[in-house]
């Protein structure tokens, strides 16, 4: 079998005992090697342009340069360095906001003991890593994003018959097919085509179709 590719980290924490902690943690896994640890943002950052280390672990609160703004640098300046950042309340604007600047990893403070092995493998290996306390946080997050996505194209307008339909155009059936499997007419089914499309702003012979295709995945 060939040699397991070390994950190279950098931690940086203004606290020492914690930032300790964590070092210790990381020394007890052998496919991880600590690189680096800093006590304030701009010695992390000085230690991530040098170093290029596979994660970046950083304390989200930090002084000169907090863990929020190093991710920005990061972005900016395209460095193909992984990050997770410890924060020690669960605030959901601090969690949207790091997602949203694309950090892999999200991890509460109190929870990090048992936590930060997991966390590293899974963003080194591309997967995101979020503590299981913000579980609920990324349900409602999950949930208004797709009440915007349904608002921005309309579906949020149509009744559940409506979508029923919608959803069954989306499978290519025809009036004829669809008011067979509703036991209705045909022409009821055409009369809730036209409301559709109008409430979609969809004009065009086939414009309601190739919508019903486009959105498949969200009826």
């Not at 950052?45 to 991710?71: F, T, Y």
């Not at 349904?150 to 029923?164: D, F, I, N, W």
């Not at 669809?178 to 036991?183: H, R, Y």
């Amino acid at each position: 079998m060939p040699p397991t590719t070390l994950i190279t980290v950098v931690v940086a924490d203004d606290h020492p005992v914690f930032r300790r902690g964590m070092c210790e943690i990381i020394a007890e896994d052998s496919s991880l090697r600590l690189v680096g640890q800093a006590s304030d943002g701009e010695q992390a950052w000085e230690l991530i342009r040098k170093l290029k280390p596979s994660v970046a672990v950083l304390d989200i609160h930090m002084p000169r340069q907090s863990g929020l703004q190093l991710s920005a640098l990061l972005a900016q300046q395209h460095l193909p360095v992984k990050l997770i950042l410890l924060t020690g309340d669960a605030d959901p604007g601090l969690l949207s906001e790091a997602l949203n600047q694309g950090v892999q990893g999200y991890v509460l403070k109190e929870t990090a003991i048992d936590e930060l092995l997991q966390a590293l493998h899974r963003v080194a290996s591309g997967d995101a890593y979020v503590s299981p306390a913000f579980s609920a946080v990324l349900l409602r997050r999950g949930a208004a994003r797709e009440a915007l996505r349904e608002q921005k194209t309309g579906l949020s307008q149509l009744t559940r018959m409506e979508r029923k339909i919608l959803k069954m155009i989306a499978e290519d059936r025809t009036s004829k097919e669809i008011a067979a499997l509703l036991e209705c007419s045909v022409r009821t089914v055409d009369t809730h085509r036209h409301n559709i499309s109008g409430k979609l702003e969809l004009s065009g012979t086939h414009s309601l179709l190739r919508f019903a295709f486009d959105h498949k995945s969200e009826l």
